[in-house]
């Protein structure tokens, strides 16, 4: 007990910090300010509380949780983080492999650490009801929760083919709570026209997203809630990496090689933020790893430009890696990686050479989650599964060089509803798409005309 009083003052006893960190005062290279989408759409969407705005704006470094969002964390954090002993003796070499686990909350995933906050903020600025849009199901799940948490009405717009092929998070949603339908729905404008268009249509993230957003806009009493990709949810999950700083110096340990997956970047970025913080005040630091899917290669292949943050193309422009936003990734498992973009803090990191990132194909990935459950007792999300992998490689790598280094990664979520994916991955029916020069440059000439940026002096 006790062993280390470093950082205590944003500790409580329960060891849960009380304080996000905001990486963006810390950033090398100020982000790019949003700006107006060509044609319409312009400044921060107006459906998003004051409290989260001020936050995307902050430039103080440390960040106050609200205090009931602190006790809806202590539900499920400090979350653990363990030493993979087991998996290091498979894998052989001398590293030595952190995993810390955020799949055990009700929602299965890291991203009930920012729908808490997000939950919470709508309710201060008078929201009665959130609506959203969910693939999958683990931003919808994440969402049902922390409006049960704050006593908000949940309304979810699930893509179609996920709501008939992938029934338990719609089912889990159902038991929070929340209202789910298969989107399109003959309801909205934007369902109506995607029915006419094609009455059969399975839906799609953006379709979900329009009608989500028509939704909102249509009573006062209800507000649409973005997922993973805006900065404060970056802010948000930064209790991933401050417990984990912590935690991983209990063990008496310094991490060498951090890595997670990229989706939108929030995991990646709430984990590897507070362990770049020293580094970007002229220190020491790790090296950061941002682990995609070679099916949605954004930072690996994609380009830094300006781009709408979703493909019904409402939102004002963000600058950022991007595989454009018209990129309809192959249908792979790991649906949370399936994002045409990236946060504008990870990309803000990864163009000034502070990050690093690579891509997977899904076997390789879906093969070392098959060796992590076998090995460590969890069944890792497919998406988790792609930090997994990386840390795998790195192992064997340093076992080659001769080199001991710690590794630590971010076991965002568990697989207990993706069994589908290993279930193919077993039978060997499971593909590898990637994504080919043509497809890649298809999908980048629907860029939008990139706009005039003044330089900002400083
Ligand atoms: C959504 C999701 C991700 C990716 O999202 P980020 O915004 O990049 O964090 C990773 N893992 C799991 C389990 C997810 O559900």
Not at 2 to 20: A, D, E, K
Not at 136 to 152: D, E
């Amino acid at each position: 007990m006790g062993r280390r009083h470093r950082c205590r003052r944003s500790l409580t006893m329960t060891g849960i910090p009380t304080t996000w960190y905001n990486i963006i005062p810390d950033l090398p290279e100020p982000i790019a300010p949003d700006q107006p989408a060509p044609g319409g759409g312009g400044g921060l969407n107006p459906q998003i509380p004051t409290g989260l705005v001020r936050q995307e704006l902050s430039r103080a470094s440390e960040i106050a949780i609200p205090a009931e969002v602190l006790e809806h964390y202590r539900a499920f954090r400090p979350t653990p983080l363990r030493r993979a002993e087991r998996l290091e003796r498979e894998v052989g070499g001398g590293a030595r492999i952190y995993y810390k686990y955020e799949g055990g909350n009700v929602s299965g995933s890291h991203k009930l650490n920012s729908a808490l906050a997000q939950a919470y903020y709508y309710k201060q600025a008078g929201a009665k009801r959130l609506v959203t849009a969910t693939g999958a199901g683990q931003w919808g799940t994440a969402l049902a929760a922390a409006c049960r948490a704050f006593g908000l009405e949940c309304h979810v717009y699930m893509v179609g083919n996920s709501y008939r092929a992938k029934p338990y998070r719609r089912v889990v949603m159902e038991m929070l709570g929340a209202t789910v339908v298969p989107s399109p729905t003959p309801d909205t404008a934007a369902g109506h026209e995607a029915l006419a268009a094609d009455p059969a249509t399975g839906g799609s993230l953006a379709i979900a997203m329009a009608e989500a957003l028509e939704d909102a806009r249509r009573d006062s009493g209800s507000r649409f809630a973005t997922g993973s990709g805006e900065s404060y949810s970056l802010l948000h999950q930064t209790v991933i990496g401050l417990e984990a700083q912590e935690q991983i110096a209990a063990f008496g340990e310094t991490p060498d090689v951090v890595v997670a997956s990229l989706g939108a970047g929030s995991n990646f970025g709430g984990l590897a933020g507070p362990f770049l913080r020293d580094r970007l005040r002229g220190g020491e630091g790790p090296r950061c790893i941002a682990v995609e899917p070679d099916a949605c290669p954004k930072l690996t292949r994609g380009v830094y430009r300006y781009d709408y943050t979703d493909s019904s193309r409402s939102t004002p422009l963000q600058k950022m890696y991007t595989l454009g936003h018209a990129f309809s990734p192959a249908a792979i498992h790991a649906g949370g990686l399936r994002y045409h973009g990236t946060a504008k803090i990870v990309s803000s990191l990864y163009s000034t050479g502070t990050i690093e990132s690579v891509a997977y194909g899904q076997n390789e990935v879906l093969a070392s989650g098959l060796r992590f459950a076998r090995a460590e007792g969890i069944i890792p999300a497919p998406e988790s599964a792609h930090a997994v992998h990386a840390a795998i490689v790195e192992a064997r790598k340093a076992a080659d060089a001769g080199t001991e280094p710690v590794i630590l990664l971010c076991l965002s979520g568990h697989g207990q509803y993706d069994l589908a994916a290993y279930d193919a991955h077993l039978q060997g029916t499971l593909e590898d798409s990637g994504l080919s020069e043509e497809e890649l440059a298809l999908s980048l000439s629907s860029l939008p005309e990139q706009p005039e940026v003044a330089v900002r002096v400083h």
